[in-house]
C-alpha cells in the first residue's frame, strides 16, 4: 500500500526587519502568561522589542536563561517553572538549542510554543520535532510532536547584527534539505512527519537549494555588514522556513546521519549545519552523482566559507572516521532511508573520498 502523502507547517510565519515590535500584536491570540526560554544572547538582543510589544497591556511574562543545550535536565527545569507560575505559552527564543528546548517543553506541559530565532544556524524553528541530548551533551534522540509551533517570528535586524558564521551555519544545515528529501522521495522513505513526500514538499525544497545558489554570497556581504537586504531576507526564509518546512516533509538521509555519528566522538566544536554541509557532499558521493552536480555544491560550499575537507571540522584521524561511519549507521539512522541502504565499510569509502576531493 502506497504511503499516505502528508504536509505540515507552522500555523504562522512572521519575517521582516523589527517584526519583533509586533509580537504581541501576533501572538496574543496564544494566551495570557508567558514563559520565554532564552539563550543569554536572545534575551540581550529581544528582550526591549518585545517588552515595547507589550506595553499597555496586563500580560504575566518570564524570561528565563537556559543551560545551553537542550537537554534532559534543561527541559524538566523549565517544566518546572511552568507549573509554577501558571504558564499558558512558552517562546523559544536563541538559536536551535534553546528553540529545541521550549518545543519540548510546550509538548509535555500541553501548551502552545511560539518561536524567536535569534540566528539561523539551523532549521529547527520551523520543525515539528526537538534534538535532544543528555546532559553530559552527547546525542539522546530525536523528539518528534504532533504539530508543528504555532508562530514562528523572525526580526531580520536580529539576524543581520547575529555573528555571520550563524548565517554560513545555517546555510549548510540547508544545504542538505533538497538532497536528503530526494533520497527519501526515490525509495518511498518516510518524511520526519511519518508521511509520504508530497510534490509540495519536494518544491520547497528544490527552492531552498536554488535560493541558497543564488543569494548565498549577497545575503553573507550584508550579514557582514549588519544591514538586511533582500537577499539576506531570503536566506534567512531558505535557512528557516524552507529549509524547516521542507525538512520536516521531506525527510533526512546521509548528511544528517553523518553528524550524529560525528557527536558520537564527543567533544567537537564544528557547527552542525557546518558537518551537515560535509555530509550533504559525501551523500553526493555515496550517490554517484554527476560531476557537475558534484562541483556545484562543492563549489558553494567553498564559496560561502563552508567545509569542504574533514580537517575543516576537526577530523584529522582514520580512527574517528571509522568511528564516525559505525555510529552514523546505527540501526534507525536516517542513512538507511537511502537506495541500497549503506554499510559502514560504504560510508568509510565516501568519506574518504570526499574529502580528497576537497582537497
Not at 504562522?12 to 496564544?30: P, R
Request: charged share 20%; proline share 3%.
Amino acid at each position: 500500500m502506497a504511503r499516505l502523502k502528508l504536509m505540515r507547517a507552522p500555523q504562522k510565519y512572521v519575517q521582516g526587519k523589527n517584526s519583533l515590535l509586533s509580537f504581541y500584536e501576533e501572538m496574543k491570540h496564544l494566551g495570557g502568561r508567558w514563559l520565554f526560554v532564552c539563550s543569554n544572547s536572545g534575551y540581550k538582543m529581544c528582550h526591549d522589542k518585545i517588552e515595547k510589544s507589550f506595553e499597555n497591556t496586563q500580560d504575566f511574562r518570564r524570561y528565563e536563561i537556559f543551560g545551553g543545550v537542550s537537554s534532559i535536565g534543561e527541559i524538566e527545569k523549565m517544566k518546572k517553572i511552568v507549573s509554577d507560575d501558571e504558564i499558558e505559552v512558552i517562546v523559544g527564543v536563541g538559536g536551535g538549542s534553546a528553540i529545541d528546548t521550549a518545543k519540548a517543553v510546550a509538548h509535555f506541559e500541553k501548551l502552545p510554543v511560539a518561536i524567536i530565532p535569534t540566528v539561523v544556524a539551523t532549521d529547527a524553528p520551523c520543525t515539528g520535532l526537538s534534538v535532544i541530548y543528555n546532559d553530559d551533551e552527547t546525542f539522546n534522540s530525536y523528539l518528534f510532536y504532533p504539530q508543528n509551533p504555532e508562530a514562528v517570528i523572525v526580526d531580520s535586524d536580529v539576524i543581520a547584527n547575529a555573528p555571520v558564521k550563524f548565517l554560513i551555519a545555517g546555510m549548510g544545515d540547508a544545504l542538505g534539505t533538497y538532497f536528503e528529501a530526494r533520497a527519501c522521495l526515490r525509495t518511498d522513505s518516510p518524511s520526519l512527519e511519518f508521511g509520504g513526500i508530497t510534490r509540495s514538499a519536494m518544491a520547497l525544497c528544490e527552492l531552498c537549494y536554488n535560493t541558497l545558489l543564488e543569494y548565498g554570497i549577497e545575503a553573507i556581504v550584508a550579514c557582514e555588514n549588519n544591514v538586511v537586504t533582500p537577499a539576506l531576507e531570503a536566506v534567512i526564509e531558505a535557512n528557516v522556513y524552507l529549509s524547516g518546512v521542507g525538512a520536516d516533509n521531506g525527510g533526512l538521509a546521509v548528511a544528517h546521519s553523518f553528524y550524529n555519528g560525528l557527536t558520537t566522538l564527543g567533544g567537537h566544536s564544528a557547527p552542525h549545519g557546518n558537518c551537515v554541509a560535509f555530509g550533504t557532499l559525501v551523500q553526493l558521493v555515496l550517490e554517484g552523482a554527476s560531476r557537475e552536480e558534484f562541483n556545484t555544491v562543492q563549489s558553494f560550499c567553498k564559496s560561502v566559507g563552508l567545509p569542504t575537507t574533514l580537517a575543516e571540522i576537526g577530523i584529522t584521524s582514520k580512527d574517528e572516521i571509522r568511528i564516525i561511519a559505525k555510529n552514523a549507521c546505527i540501526e534507525g539512522e536516517t542513512i538507511h532511508n537511502m537506495a541500497g541502504d549503506v554499510s559502514k565499510e560504504q560510508l568509510y569509502d565516501a568519506i574518504i573520498a570526499t574529502d580528497m576531493l576537497g582537497r
